[in-house]
């Protein structure tokens, strides 16, 4: 279904240039979901907007990336524009700020199956309903103005406007982080049984781990632009890394995390001034003397996993 | 510190429908407090949370700041806003997409003349962990992270050097890591400073790892309130058992049924009964659907607005 290909993501800035994404090579089954993790700034909405050809100009892309046997980074404009409303669609991070203020949120939703005539008036008035529904909002909801829904609202209309077209792949960024748990359970359900009965592939992106691994069914792991970890849901970390991320988050009635927030100690890398050696041995709690001098790329560390982590072996 | 009494915001809707988003709030934050603001998506929160700032009008009820009631007047609210500061919810809503993170920072000093601009913007942004602060000064919104972006508003409030934070969400777009250090610099920052901060969110873990207190809202109103040990370890009310089932460390989920909760049609009785457990399991009271409950008092005690909690 997916295929990426040594994909890297480098943005010139004028003072100097910002490698956001360092080769990631991933693939994503017809109805598979996979999650992509890794703390802010590794680069993770880089990867997704590269998929559909979705950065800045200043942003040079590098690798390849492959939807459906095809190249999509050497794709002519109107066959991306085509693969973009058809196959593929995407729920930016933060893109409840890009709902159109003026428009209700009943034609924002419809817009897309108007303009590509996949429905007529009322059988496009029937479809919202049905989405809005299907994201826990009632149909009274389809004339309300963007500013009188709240952020988890707005984020839902997202997640509708996505499923609008009927994709084959959906590739969310931060999907939930604005919805409470109650409607996040909502969401990831709906999100797994659109998995199951359609066969849609996902890619879902959060900060959360336990987020992803409530719905995917493989995990990634980046750190500074490249993969430290992928495998399966089902199973423990084994990267330094992944560790520290999935210790963040607390468990409520824990005593050892009652006023005490954990984090992950050092600052985050500057992808300008990347450490020599694993990008990460500043901060990894068991770094080796070696750490600071050789990088370690993805090896295979039991039967479907990869790590890169020179404690990480067979 | 800050105070709210019986505090009503309504919206008028679509169709003579009024949204009745805060619908009786009593509700302080004490010097040196941190009071977590939970409830599900679409429950007042954040309107409670600008209303408390003087960025919404209230249609009823009061707001005291040091136990002078908020005026609205231009000077008055700029007096106020030095002190009491907002971190909103999306980043991206609230940072200026023309603006540098430098300028973003500075907006505020500026607009209170505090000397020394360069050295406040720079502090402000390396306790908000943006460090070192002037690889960052030059550059849009656009050019940075989601998370790196929190942290510019972040930032921003803090350069005032506020006594009360009111912060939404204020982690919801941050990693895990980045999550702990921004908490940690909260109760640093109320340790040091005594900052007092209401935290709006609908993460219980956030409000385990850093409330003194906790306020859970459903429908506009306070329904349980009360010490953070108590309220997240031994919940009174069916409605903070239900949210505290989905957690993925809770043995048994609670599944609510009936419609999502919409502030143009609250409920006769108890705002919760259509969608209670309790009730739907035939262990309501009559009362619950017919009887409206008392508004839950500021105090700092626990605290339930339920027929059938004993305390
Ligand atoms: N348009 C841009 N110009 C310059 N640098 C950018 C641009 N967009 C992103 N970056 C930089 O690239 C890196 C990766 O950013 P990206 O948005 O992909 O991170 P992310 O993993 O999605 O983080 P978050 O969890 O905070 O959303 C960051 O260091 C960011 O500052
Ligand atoms: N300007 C407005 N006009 C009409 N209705 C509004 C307006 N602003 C908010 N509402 C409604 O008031 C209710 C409360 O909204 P609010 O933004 O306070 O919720 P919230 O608790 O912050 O939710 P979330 O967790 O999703 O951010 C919602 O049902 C919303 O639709
Ligand atoms: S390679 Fe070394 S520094 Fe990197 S994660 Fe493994 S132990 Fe830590
Ligand atoms: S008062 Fe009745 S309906 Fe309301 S929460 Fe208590 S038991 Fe449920
Ligand atoms: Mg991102
Ligand atoms: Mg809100």
């Given amino acids: 279904m997916l295929e990426l290909d040594e994909l890297s993501v480098t943005y010139r800035l004028d003072s100097a240039d910002v490698p956001a994404v360092r080769g990631v090579s991933l693939e994503l089954a017809a109805g598979e979901a996979l999650g992509l993790a890794g703390e802010s700034g590794s680069g993770k909405s880089s990867v997704a907007l590269a998929l559909l050809r979705l950065l800045p100009r200043s942003a040079v892309v590098g690798g390849r990336v ?38 209700r949120i009943g034609d924002q939703i419809a817009e897309p199956l108007l303009v590509h005539r996949q429905a007529s008036g009322t059988d496009a008035a029937a479809r919202v309903r ?105 199973e423990e970390f084994r990267h330094p890394y992944s560790q520290a991320l999935a210790a963040a988050f607390p468990t409520v009635g824990d005593p050892a995390s009652r006023l005490a927030p954990r984090g992950l100690a050092g600052d985050p890398p500057d992808p300008q001034q990347l450490p020599g050696g694993c990008a990460f041995h500043p901060r990894c709690p068991v770094a080796l003397d070696s750490c600071a001098t050789s990088d370690v790329q993805l090896r295979a560390s039991g039967t479907d996993r990869t790590a890169a982590c020179v404690l990480v072996g067979e | 510190m800050l105070e709210a009494t019986d505090l009503r915001v309504e919206f008028p809707g679509r169709g003579g429908r009024r949204a009745r988003a805060v619908d009786g709030v009593n509700l302080s934050v004490g010097a040196g407090e941190i009071v977590a603001l939970v409830g599900e998506s679409g429950c007042g929160k954040t309107t409670l949370a600008r ?39 999306d980043p991206m809503g609230s940072l200026n997409p023309r603006h540098t993170v430098y300028e973003a920072v500075a907006e505020g000093p500026r607009i209170h003349g505090l000397p020394d601009e360069e050295t406040v913007v720079s502090s402000a942004l390396a306790r908000a962990g943006l460090r070192p602060p ?69 993460d219980l873990g956030l409000a385990w790892n850093i409330a003194d207190r906790v306020a859970v809202m459903y429908l506009g109103r306070i329904v349980e309130s009360g010490p953070t040990e108590e309220v997240l370890k031994n919940p009174q009310h069916p409605y903070t058992q239900a949210l505290l089932s989905v957690l993925p460390e809770s043995p048994e989920r609670i599944v609510l049924t009936g419609e999502p909760p919409d502030p143009t049609r609250i409920p006769a009785g108890c705002r919760f009964h259509p969608r209670c457990q309790l009730v739907a399991a035939g262990n309501g009271k009559p009362e619950c659907s017919t009887q409206p409950l008392q508004i839950l008092p500021a105090g700092t005690d626990s605290q339930v607005a339920c027929y059938l909690a004993t305390t």
């Fill in chain 1, 130 to 234: 049905e989405l809005l529904a299907q994201v826990g909002l009632p149909a009274w909801r389809a004339r309300s103005y963007p500013h009188e829904l709240s952020g988890g609202q707005r984020q839902r209309v997202m997640i509708a406007m996505a499923l609008a077209c009927g994709p084959q792949l959906i590739i969310a960024d931060e999907p939930t982080t604005a919805l409470d748990l109650m409607v996040q359970a909502q969401v990831l359900t709906l999100i797994r049984q659109l998995i199951a009965d359609h066969g849609i592939s996902l890619l879902m992106i959060s900060h959360d781990l336990s987020v992803l691994a409530d719905v995917c069914d493989r995990l990634a792991v980046m750190y500074a632009g490249r993969l430290v970890e992928v495998g399966p849901s089902s």
């Fill in chain 2, 51 to 89: 209303t408390l700032l003087g960025l919404e009008r209230p249609t009823s009820g009061r707001i005291a700041y040091d136990g002078t009631p908020l005026s609205y007047s231009g000077r008055a609210l700029r007096a106020f806003r030095r002190q009491v500061q907002l971190v909103l919810q």
């Fill in chain 1, 66 to 103: 492959m939807l459906d046997g095809e190249d999509v980074l050497a794709m002519k404009w109107g066959r991306l524009r085509a693969v973009r409303w058809s196959s593929a669609s995407i729920v930016f991070q933060g893109a409840q700020h890009g709902l159109n203020p003026v428009q």
């Fill in chain 2, 134 to 202: 002037e690889r960052f000064f030059q550059r849009f919104p656009h050019e940075l992270s989601g998370g790196q972006r929190q942290r510019v508003v972040i930032a921003g409030a803090l350069a005032l050097d506020p006594k009360v934070l009111i912060a939404d969400e204020p982690v919801a777009s941050l990693d895990a890591s980045v999550r702990g250090e921004i908490l940690s610099l909260l109760l640093r920052l109320r340790d040091d400073l005594g900052l007092s901060a209401l935290v709006v969110t609908h």
